[in-house]
């Protein structure tokens, strides 16, 4: 079992920054990859952002260039970092592990971009 907790969300202007954290504990040592989805109402959950346990990363098109994805293997933590935040980028992000058996789920985070 692996155990998500993400906090860093908030309310932001449009063009503004904002740091995600999602720390993981439990069986960490089975995760392959880890990544941030998000859900705006009304709307399907969809990835933002994923890497894997060697690193490599992959991104939605309508972040790329904007969101940055990384990870602190010492504290078990991976972050998404987000620049230049429109306000369609409004909505509930989550943290994500896979173990190649099982998908796991952080409580989610509010994400609001609004002037």
């Known amino acids: 079992q692996v155990q998500l907790v993400e906090s860093g969300g908030g309310l932001v202007q449009p063009g503004g920054s904002l740091r995600l954290s999602c720390a993981a504990s439990?069986?960490?040592?089975?995760?392959?990859?880890m990544g941030w989805y998000r859900q705006a109402p009304g709307k399907q959950r969809e990835l933002v952002a994923a890497?894997?346990?060697?690193?490599?990363?992959n991104y939605a098109d309508s972040v790329k260039g904007r969101f940055t994805i990384s990870r602190d293997n010492a504290k078990n933590t991976v972050y998404l970092q987000m620049n230049s935040l429109k306000p369609e980028d409004t909505a509930v992000y989550y943290c994500?592990?896979?173990?190649?058996?099982?998908?796991?789920w952080g409580q989610g985070t509010q994400v609001t971009v609004s002037s």
């Open positions: 439990g069986s960490i040592f089975s995760i392959n990859a």
């Open positions: 994500n592990a896979e173990d190649g058996l099982a998908d796991y």
């Open positions: 890497i894997t346990s060697g690193g490599s990363t």
